[in-house]
């Protein structure tokens, strides 16, 4: 099989009504990728994720030096053209952020390429290991800019739904105004269901550690991202003296990076996210380091779980997957939950293919 054509694109789905964290606001996600064709008349799809910014420069770094180079490659040599495109003409500007995120896009499709080809899902694929549905918790009512009410409305709506696990924006000016919301969103799902807390990197070593000790009180599943990401040092604190675990990984490009924080016992729950880590590829890798740690992969979604459910489901170290449904509309086979469970995919590819329409309808680049 031989590449023939590249084509980029950019989509910007709108998020109804527009979010924030601690750090980013978004009204619309972005999904910067590329469509990959073959001699064989196999079209493979790819995204990364982003807050509908900086969308023209992924775009960019695929049409002028990736694309180039996919032409008349097999896509079955994706570890190889990884590597040719991780170390070639983008190394020198980019080895995080932009060209991992191009990169992620390149290799998503070549994956969907090799498994439409095998006529498999991705999970089958790659090698099945949760044969009927995954855990889902969900993210989508606990955002930064929601009032106090709205949240224990939405968070409530989430468990009547049958979701068991809960995740919350945190990281207010006011430290007091986090703990206010943390109590009263624990006191409205009750003590079966787990809750997770996300500080997007909002805090400092002392405002992590006075407030996480202060919010232990609300038996946290985990506290996500409390500082800066490079910090590995400040999370090894963390993890040592809190007693709630740490989660982090959305924001750590490489495998490298992840040996750090493994091997320093600075990470607990490993959020690795195939969008912004140069793909499948390197996923792969990271989450093998992870499980010979004994530790657990729960990915953070920048790819709204369409490609993540393959690679929790294909994965013996990974536990459950975040579900946020903003983009699920756009695709044609959507990541889908009932009862709290994302129910496994069936098609053959990644579930990165998308509807005709929604270029029609989406499309800014
Ligand atoms: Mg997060």
């Known amino acids: 099989m031989k590449i023939t054509k590249v084509e ?40 990364t994720g982003t807050c509908a910014l ?118 207010k000016p006011d430290s007091r105004e986090d703990y206010d919301r943390v109590k009263a969103v624990r006191k409205v ?37 409390p500082l800066n990401p490079d910090d590995v040092m400040g999370h090894k604190k963390l993890a040592d003296e809190l007693n709630v675990p740490i989660a982090l990984g959305e924001h750590v490009y490489n495998k490298y990076a992840f040996r750090d924080y493994i091997h320093q016992g600075a990470v607990e729950y490993v959020q690795a996210d195939v969008t912004r880590l140069g793909g499948i590829t390197e996923w792969l890798q990271v989450a093998g380091l992870a499980a010979a740690y004994d530790l657990p992969m729960c990915p953070h979604v920048g790819d709204m779980g369409q490609i993540h459910q393959h690679l929790v489901a294909s994965t013996q170290n990974a536990i459950m997957l975040e579900y946020i449904p903003w983009i699920r509309d756009i695709f044609v086979e959507p990541a889908t939950v009932e009862n709290g469970y994302y129910v496994l995919p069936q098609m053959p590819g990644a579930s990165t293919e998308m509807k005709p329409d929604c270029f029609e309808k989406f499309r800014v680049l």
């Open 8 to 47: 980029s694109f950019a989509l910007h789905v709108p998020i109804t009504p527009p979010i924030t964290d601690a750090i980013n606001a978004a009204s619309h996600w972005g999904l910067p990728g590329v469509r990959i064709y073959t001699d064989e008349g196999i079209v493979g799809y790819g995204y």
């Open 54 to 171: 900086g969308d023209e420069m992924i775009v960019q770094t695929i049409d002028r030096y990736y694309g180039p180079a996919l032409i008349g490659k097999d896509p079955f040599m994706v570890k190889e053209i990884w590597d040719d495109l991780r170390f070639g003409a983008m190394h020198w500007v980019g080895r995080a952020g932009i060209a991992h995120m191009a990169l992620a896009a390149v290799d998503i499709a070549l994956w969907d390429i090799i498994s439409k080809a095998a006529g498999k899902p991705l999970w089958k694929y790659l090698g099945g290991h949760k044969p009927q549905r995954i855990k889902a918790y969900n993210t989508n009512g606990g955002w930064l800019n929601w009032t106090k009410e709205r949240l224990i409305r939405d968070v409530s709506e989430i468990v009547e739904q049958g979701f068991t696990g809960v995740k919350m924006k945190v990281g």
């Open 189 to 225: 799902i009750g003590d079966d269901i787990i809750l997770m807390i996300d500080v997007n990197q909002q805090w400092n070593i002392t405002t992590a550690m006075t407030w996480g000790k202060k919010l232990e009180e609300f038996d946290l599943y985990w506290l996500e991202e």
